[in-house]
């Protein structure tokens, strides 16, 4: 992680759970004093007591250390709100059905936003019962398009790209609504279907 648990993080999370300072530590088995120490500055949690602490405060202990709760809105998982999260290091790409809090890395990411930009036109064709995506996009080491997805209302499919590779990619049309490009300089883009 990029950061470690703040005293404001745990004094807002108690709060949140109705929990004394006294009623949190003694759910550690540390003393009140400790929890004030934590929730004004002077002392920091040890590590090993980071995943108790984050159970206590009912929180993952990545929400722990970011400070941020991450409340689930979209209890129905409506996969149009799919959200995307690229690593900067390995480039990996994590998709979350919604609001989440991902790391990778050592570090703390956030959601891809789409961007509007007549540079990276996505075609779509129809081909058979198929969707045939490409970009007119360069795909060298330094400049490429890193993945295609098409998103529907039941899931979504991903097709991850390389550089040097070819910008194409066959999607099954079921349901889709939306297919999404990740540039790997310029962001995420986006088109309905």
Known sequence: MNS????AAIRGLREK??????QLAKRLCVSGKTVSKWETGRGLPDIALLEPLA?????????????EIVENRNRSANM??????????CGNVIHA??????????????PLEAEE?????????????????????????????????AVSDQGLQLV???????????????????????CNRHGLFTAEV
């Open 160 to 182: 991850k790209l390389y550089p040097e590779g070819g910008c194409e990619a066959r999607f099954k049309m079921s349901r889709v609504r939306r297919i999404c490009a990740f």
């Open 80 to 89: 149009l709100r799919a959200r995307f999260y690229v690593c900067p290091v």
């Open 117 to 149: 930009d007549d540079e990276h036109r996505i075609s779509v064709q129809v081909v058979e019962d198929e969707y045939y995506v490409t970009l007119d996009h360069p795909m060298s080491k330094s400049h490429y398009i890193s993945f295609l997805t």
């Open 17 to 22: 759970k109705k929990l004394t300072q006294e």
């Open 55 to 67: 159970n206590a405060l009912g929180v993952s202990v990545p929400e722990l250390l970011s400070g």
């Open 97 to 110: 059905a919604g609001e989440a809090a991902v790391s990778c890395c050592g570090v703390t990411l956030p």
């Open 4 to 7: 470690y648990v703040t005293g």
